[in-house]
């Protein structure tokens, strides 16, 4: 990503992190979410530091794939959950999923999920209950704080430290990267979350899409409340979405604009490709035969 295509309104030391030519080393506080998503923004990181930034990350103890890499330079934090809680919440919200089948927003908000949803999102209250990890926070004077969003702590976090916020994501449940990025989402060609219908609508998909994004303006708030309740707590002030969302200063995509439906965007959202799981290896190279020939077939070229 070259310097030149950063927005202009960026801070100078978020585009310094992440442009290629930087002229110094950063240092950013990384904000993780466990599972899948951290390994892929573990291949981030791991580059960062590989090109001379200070990397912290803040993880809790019990994880998943947390702490699992090297040279990361990462700062625990207690739970008030075990590991055995953890993947019983998991197992209820994954059987929910087949069993239930449960869809769209209200399932999601409202069903057997929210168990697993509501442990996620006390994490949060732990980092900030640890006391000695906020002051090192506090001193150690980071650049930005590099985050997913789906857990909403490390928006809290770059709210808290009042740093710049460069995000990592696939997406954002509900709708508030539309709303934080103050970007047009046009209802008659942008589908909502859990519409099977693509950007060419008819009148009644039009509809019905219209129907989904009330919902949602319906019950997400449902759904990050205890999200939301927390982060009350730690900023002692009142906290909707918007006031966490609208402070982003850039959204890394991993998605590629030609895999998704038409849509607007604005200056600091940016495609990064699929970078969704961890990296995998070359396809070895296998041995065919053809017309009695033997031959080697390279696929991992």
Same mark, same amino acid.
């Given at each position: 990503m070259a310097p030149a295509l950063l927005p202009a309104c960026l801070p100078l030391s978020v585009c310094l992190l992440l442009a290629s030519g930087f002229a110094q080393a950063g240092k950013l506080l990384v904000v993780p979410m466990d599972g899948s998503p951290w390994l892929s923004m573990r291949l981030i990181v791991e580059k960062l530091i590989h090109r001379g930034h200070e990397v912290v990350a803040v993880m809790p103890e019990v994880s998943w794939q947390l702490g699992k890499a090297s040279n990361i330079t990462v700062k625990t934090h207690s739970t008030s959950?075990?590991?055995?809680?953890?993947?019983?919440?998991?197992? $209820? =919200?994954? &059987?929910s999923q087949w069993k239930s089948l449960e869809e769209g927003t209200h399932g999601v908000a409202m069903g057997s999920s929210k168990g697993f949803f509501d442990i996620t999102f006390s994490r949060c209250r732990s980092l900030f209950n640890d006391k000695k990890l906020v002051e090192f926070l506090k001193e150690s004077s980071f650049?930005? $704080? =590099?985050? &997913?969003?789906?857990?909403?702590?490390?928006?809290?976090v770059a709210k808290y430290f009042s740093l710049p916020s460069v995000v990592f994501t696939r997406g954002v449940f509900c709708h508030y990267l539309e709303e934080g990025a103050q970007c047009p989402s046009p209802?008659?060609?942008?589908?909502?979350?859990?519409?099977?219908?693509?950007?060419v609508m008819t009148f009644k998909e039009r509809v019905e899409n219209y129907i989904n994004h009330l919902g949602e303006h319906l019950f997400c708030p449902y759904f990050l409340k205890t999200a939301l309740e927390i982060a009350s707590e730690v900023l002692q002030t009142a906290v909707t979405p918007y006031d966490l969302f609208s402070q982003v200063s850039i959204w890394l995509l991993r998605t590629d604009f030609v895999l998704d439906y038409p849509r607007p965007v604005m200056p600091n959202m940016i495609f990064i490709g699929g970078i969704n799981c961890q990296q995998g290896k070359p396809l070895p190279k296998?041995?065919?035969v053809s017309f009695g020939t033997q031959r080697i077939t390279g696929f991992g070229r």
């Open positions: 959950y075990t590991l055995e809680d953890l993947d019983h919440e998991f197992k $209820v =919200f994954a &059987d650049d930005a $704080v =590099f985050l &997913d969003p789906f857990d909403v702590c490390g928006l809290v209802l008659s060609y942008v589908p909502r979350h859990f519409m099977k219908v693509s950007d296998v041995r065919c």
